[in-house]
DNA sequence: ATGTAACCGAGACGGTACGTCGGGTCTTCAA
DNA sequence: TTGAAGACCCGACGTACCGTCTCGGTTACAT
């Protein structure tokens, strides 16, 4: 979805469905294993590729987990109401493979800048855009309503291991009151 | 606060002072590099032990840094009125050497059960334990929105770096609400 | 046989048979695992011993090989030709025990004065006395028999694991004459 | 010498010189401190390479030791008579650093078939050859001889420290001897 | 056709941390 | 003083993973 494919000028082009074949690879991998559990020696074996042109399309191993994670969630629905959309985002949080690489991702995050930004950009503004967009709400607004559901629910995951659905209805709950309310 | 104490008999018994030596260089560290840039060599050297006394009491790593944080985090103040607990909560969660000390374990969570045990024993539970006794609230409530405050703000920090009043202040209403409002 | 037994003055008496219990264990301990292979603490294990008694009774792990060593060895027979104390020399050496213990202790050696002294003392130099007392050889010449002896065989054992008879004969052989002919 | 030359194909090739370096720093550092006081860590540190490219070229310390044994012994001399090449065996075990690396090899050699089965090819092996060529003896034989100097003046530093030219001498007569005399 | 530039596979490399192991010392309590 | 128990220090071990690098060889597209 974005191993950067802009590829302008010439040489020789890139091999069609190495970006696919390695963020499948890693996204079997991490749910599996675990974000840390998971090497890059081994996501490129899986793949069927060498580590060198892992390296050439991301940055780093984080930034192949987000761009991994963004191809992954999609577009939110074009839902009517505002209820679907963060339901349908508690529930993708809740899929064991955006989870694992989501508590890779935040763990990183704390280190490293960078991650945070592509974070940012490439996972929580398509959604907010999307709601700003549909709905008219504030960006700020919406962009909390985000960190609430996604955040609890990881921490809860964290604590836990698992998730009820009263739990995950609870939180989006809370959050659709915390976007109406302002 | 708990390198575990109760040792049978006989011995030589451990040298006083290591537990909280040990604790306070991690803490001190980990707040100046983060989790990850934390090496157990550099934990042992500054607070004057070899390595190996700081494995002999510790299992590993993240075990170290939840009695740390634990031990950090003390208990909640004995206010009258509910809000204070969730204030506070928020308050220690903005401390960088907690709110460090946190991302990095919610990383290793994600990975090892034994951390989520800890985690919940030493550091959500008493907590919990607290808002029970003193306003016989339902432990169950209580978990959540300690989830809820917890998750999102430190969400919230993993995608921005960093945290607003504004935006503390709404939590803490979100999840007092959601005790209340049950 | 030389734990230093001498305990003159008062306070608590030694156990009785700790010194052979230990001896007993170390060389049974390194027939089967090896020098290197054998800890301390399996040691005073098996002896049913704190690790603290071995290194009250001796200096170190090599010492205590030593020691292991000349009880092991005892004294050379008193055969009436020259030919029989080389000859069970050189069958003693080809006891596993006596072998890993000395192969070992060579180790050891070259590393640590007092630790050839120890060998030279308590291994070598009863072995040249006998000789020298009851035939009436030049200790320095007995010595060198020794070395050849001793050394050539665990060198082979050293290459190849293993020692033939012919070979054992062709090197005691070899020091016979070695001894004669001067 | 041989830390594997021949690689298949493809991959960046093995940066030259970083086998002699390596050779180079552990005889030095072998021969100031000793077998067992030296570190691959300091090995690595003075060849200016990492430990893992170290480890990466040789399975272990022992190995790594053989081969830099093998280099620094040559090929025995050409001579015209037997008598030169069993002399410069002894001239060589007499070289501090070959000395203790033998020593150290002897050691690890008791705990190891790979080390033995490596000695025997790199080191004495060709030795023998040579003399077999040279002179048309019998492998058993001149293998013997190679045990019976090796060992013997190794056992002899081992118990005293130091060697004699006297003693030195009256060794490789008997080894000659023993050649000869089959 | 030929050059150029980017691609790919393979694997060496540097660096850093990990958790473990073993020798030897030290400290306390009990005998 | 001895012994049991076990904490402690020190230092080495070998492994793992990240991200970089250097090859040989390949594949379009532009000249």
Redesign the interface.
Known sequence: MSDNSARPRGGRPRRAGVGAAVRQAAEELIAER????TTLDLIAQRAGVAKTTVYRRWRSKSHLAIDTLADLLGDPPAGIDLLSPITWLAAQVREPSV??LL??L??E???D?SV?AE??ARI?EPFTRHLVDEFGLSAPDV??AF??V????????????ELTDT?AL??TD?AT??VFGR
């Open positions: 675990g974000y840390a559990g989870r694992r508590v890779g935040v763990g995050a704390g280190q800048e945070r974070l940012r929580r962009d909390l960190d609430v996604v955040g609890a629910l990881l921490h809860r995951l964290a604590m836990t291991g739990d609870a939180v809370l009151r915390l």
